[in-house]
């Protein structure tokens, strides 16, 4: 292969970077066109590195990048957009970290995947314009999981498949969607859901063209549906959480 065929170009979002030998850092990177990539930014620890201040986490950048061996080599970069400013504040900084950790986790290497980036921008935009950044994060888990293909089955009953329109619910993660109350077990610990919580719930999950916008609040019983589907796909509560709950009970 040759140094043409080995370079390429992409736009990619940073969430997160570590350092490497004494001058580098491998970025993981999300971008559109190439799904995530692990890259190296040689020298970007150095004051005078061209790349310095342009990877900065969650920042939007126009990667020049050459193929290599084991990782990919991040040539160049321009800042598209820098975000900085809108994440310096902890609810910002929490809530950014939390968009990243559940995309770092979910996403696998180099698989294409640009519903989900555009997905992350438009959430990043939303958490830029509120004033109470972690509301996003259930509108976001959800629509994550719709585009994963691991979305919650919301309009009709998991179970049985009558309409849920109009009707209350509950949260059946073991069977990957709502389920009608006929069909609810007999136990006091079910994730139960008013009518208005099911409306709710399917808003969330809608796509861009859905009922609601990406920074439209839910209900804390919907909320918690949310969290109960997304920890029984991904085993595990996302460390960035924790943050978030500590700063709402500050």
């Known amino acids: 292969m040759s140094g043409n065929e080995r370079a390429y170009k992409t736009h990619g979002i940073v969430l997160r970077a570590r350092n490497l030998g004494e001058a580098d850092k491998i970025f993981t990177l ?5 799904g995530k990539i692990d890259a190296v930014g040689k020298g ?14 969650m920042s939007e950048a126009a990667l020049t990048m050459h193929r290599g061996r084991n990782l990919d080599i991040i040539t160049g970069a321009q800042i598209e957009r820098a975000r900085w400013a809108a994440i310096v504040a902890p609810a910002g900084f929490a809530t950014a970290h939390v968009l990243a950790e559940l995309v770092d986790a979910f996403c696998e290497l180099d698989f ?7 997905l992350l921008r438009g959430a990043l935009q939303a958490l830029a314009r509120s004033s109470e950044p972690a509301i996003i994060v259930p509108r976001f888990e959800l629509r994550l999981l719709v585009a994963l293909g ?3 089955a919301c309009d009709t009953c998991v179970r049985c498949g009558n ?73 595990k509560r996302p460390k960035s959480s924790k943050l978030l709950e500590e700063l709402a009970h500050a």
């Open 30 to 34: 999300f971008t559109g066109e190439h």
């Open 150 to 152: 691991l979305g919650p």
């Open 112 to 118: 294409a995947m640009p519903e989900i980036y555009a």
């Open 163 to 235: 309409s849920l329109a109009g009707e209350a619910a509950w949260a059946d993660v073991e069977a990957g969607g709502l389920a009608c109350e006929r069909c609810r077990p007999h136990r006091a610990d079910t994730l139960s859901l008013a009518a208005p919580d099911v409306t709710n719930f399917r808003g969330l999950a809608a796509g861009p063209g859905g009922a609601v916008q990406p920074e439209t609040l839910a209900t804390p019983a919907s909320a918690r549906a949310v969290e109960a589907f997304l920890l029984w796909q991904l085993g």
């Open 44 to 57: 970007v620890r150095r004051a005078k590195s061209q790349l310095s201040g342009k990877l900065e986490f």
